[in-house]
């Protein structure tokens, strides 16, 4: 009868390494998914009062309030699919609480409203980089057909080389122009007549964060 032997190099050491280390790679990974879930909910997100703000304009939009029920969350379209990717773009996300932490007050309506611009900016080339693939979690470009006429038609013909992001803007939070035509005089004035503040205030604003 043979009778197998384990190789010498597996000591009872080498043993006890690989199942501990087998034990919280396992642990490692659920923690990892378990932390992906809870920091992708619209609760985590929310815990800043900055991105009321946000919620407020998608609270209003049609990824809020579908007439099919489907309700997307912070995490379906900001957070990559994959606990990898998941976990990186939470990583790269560390950024953004340390300039909630240490950078210009947020909290402040009109700071926060003078640079969204840049966030917006910033989001959307997020979404280019991974050709909207968070957009193609729901949607289907070949299925889509819409309500108005040649709406299946654009996104089957003219759709090639462009990305979801590229002519779907401004569809869930407050409307930003494209990079290309945003003018900062405008945006600061819109603010200083949206909160009542005298010409000029918004770039002494700016200046100060």
């Known amino acids: 009868m043979i009778k197998l032997r384990a190789p010498l190099f597996i000591t009872r050491h080498v043993l006890f390494a690989l199942v501990v280390g087998g034990v919280s790679g396992v642990v490692f990974m659920f923690f990892l998914i378990e932390f992906d879930h809870f920091t992708s909910s619209n609760e985590f997100c929310l815990s800043c009062h900055s991105m009321s703000y946000a919620d407020d304009f998608y609270r209003q939009s049609v990824h809020y309030n579908s007439p099919s029920g489907v309700r997307a969350s912070c995490g379906d379209c900001h957070v990559s699919e994959g606990i990898i990717m998941a976990t990186y773009d939470h990583a790269v996300g560390t950024k953004d609480l340390i300039k909630q932490l240490f ?26 980089k991974r050709d909207s693939a968070t957009c193609k979690r729901c949607h289907a470009q070949e299925a889509i057909m819409g309500t108005r006429a040649n709406t299946a038609a654009i996104h089957q013909e003219d759709a090639e080389g462009k990305t979801c992001i590229d002519c779907h803007i401004n569809l869930v939070h407050r409307p930003v ?8 005089e405008a945006w ?19 200046g100060e964060h």
């Open 103 to 128: 950078g210009p007050d947020y909290d402040d309506p009109v700071v926060n409203t003078l640079h969204l611009p840049e966030a917006a900016f910033a989001a959307r080339d997020w979404f280019r």
């Open 188 to 206: 600061n004035a819109m603010v200083e007549e949206e909160f009542g503040l005298e010409p000029g205030a918004a770039a002494t604003v700016m």
């Open 177 to 184: 122009p494209e990079r290309l035509t945003f003018k900062r």
